[in-house]
């Protein structure tokens, strides 16, 4: 796949209608702060495209983006900013059921984890989730430019422990040197 134009299309707080609505999607998930909206812009190659902020819990509504002409992609609030409202968090969850719910244009989730650290209970919750409503998903493993390449596999091996994946279907993401750029489009082509 080569992304060749994305452009916004519009935030919502429950998933619902929108310009060209009926298009085949793909969505981007993760924890609050894990770098979805800087991945976003370096997948697209446009820096402004998705506002992106050193503050957690910045993407609180569904954006939705249109990518080539001929398909969506869905960013999705974070997930497990723990500073945010109990209040907040029960309308995330709302959010998600109405997105996920019988979403037939849902092709394939860019689960987001960061390399640094083991998945969070909400990661685990989610990969759970996906599997439960059978979406297939793409894990990408963001900030890999912040650790060697040396100790890359001794980060990858508890992540695919814990999120039931083999460490090398895990695609290491860095927004600084554009690493994981190809590997993730080409990701997506099979799923696209």
């Not at 091996?157 to 994946?165: D, E, S």
């Amino acid at each position: 796949m080569d992304i060749k134009s994305a452009s916004f299309v519009t935030s919502m707080a429950t998933y619902g209608s929108f310009t060209n609505r009926g298009l085949p999607q793909f969505a981007m998930a993760g924890r609050s702060n894990v770098g979805k909206s800087t991945l976003i812009n370096v997948l697209c190659r446009n820096k402004s495209l998705a506002k992106t902020s050193g503050t957690p819990g910045k993407t609180r509504l569904i954006n939705t983006f249109l990518i080539n002409d001929s398909l969506h992609m869905i960013d999705l609030p974070g997930y497990g900013y723990a500073k945010v409202a109990k209040q907040e968090k029960e309308k995330w969850s709302e959010r998600m059921s109405s997105f996920f719910a019988g979403n037939e244009l849902l092709k394939v989730v860019v689960l987001l984890v960061d390399i640094r650290h083991e998945p969070s209970i909400d990661d685990v919750q989610m990969i759970r989730y996906l599997r439960s409503i059978s979406i297939p998903f793409i894990l990408v493993a963001t900030k890999s430019d912040k650790i060697s390449k040396a100790a890359r596999q001794r980060h990858l091996l508890p992540i695919g422990l814990a999120l039931q994946v083999q460490p090398f279907d895990i695609i290491p993401w860095s927004s600084e040197t554009g690493e994981g750029r190809e590997a993730l489009l080409k990701a997506l082509d099979q799923f696209l």
